[in-house]
């Protein structure tokens, strides 16, 4: 099984910036992809930013240009640069993976990114 631990939420400013990081142990091998995705309160989750594997990237268009995902393989990381935040950036942030096996997607704990006006 694959764990995933959230780090490097908190609150700032509008226009500071955070970075983010997702720490994957156990069965990393199983991993495809991985992912950030963040949930407003009172609203669904979205997706944010992912990277496969073979180093695709993708980011929602609310976040591109301000968001930069990358990953380091050696640690099994991946982190999500969040530049110029805005207060609608405010949510809960989600790292998740997708692996080879049942139950396909894995999600971590989650971490609070709040932004002041």
């Known amino acids: 099984q694959v764990q995933l631990v959230e780090s490097g939420g908190g609150l700032v400013q509008a226009g500071g910036s955070l970075r983010l990081s997702c720490a994957a142990s156990g069965s990393t091998f199983s991993i495809t992809s991985m992912g950030w995705f963040r949930q407003a309160s009172g609203k669904q989750r979205e997706l944010v930013a992912t990277?496969?594997?073979?180093?695709?990237?993708n980011s929602a268009d609310s976040v591109k240009g301000r968001f930069t995902i990358s990953r380091d393989n050696a640690k099994n990381t991946i982190y999500l640069e969040m530049n110029n935040l805005r207060p609608e950036d405010t949510a809960v942030y989600y790292c998740?993976?997708?692996?080879?096996?049942?139950?396909?997607?894995?999600w971590g704990q989650g971490t609070q990114v709040t932004v002041s006006s």
């Open positions: 998740r993976a997708g692996v080879n096996r049942i139950p396909y997607v894995i």
């Open positions: 990277t496969s594997n073979s180093g695709n990237t």
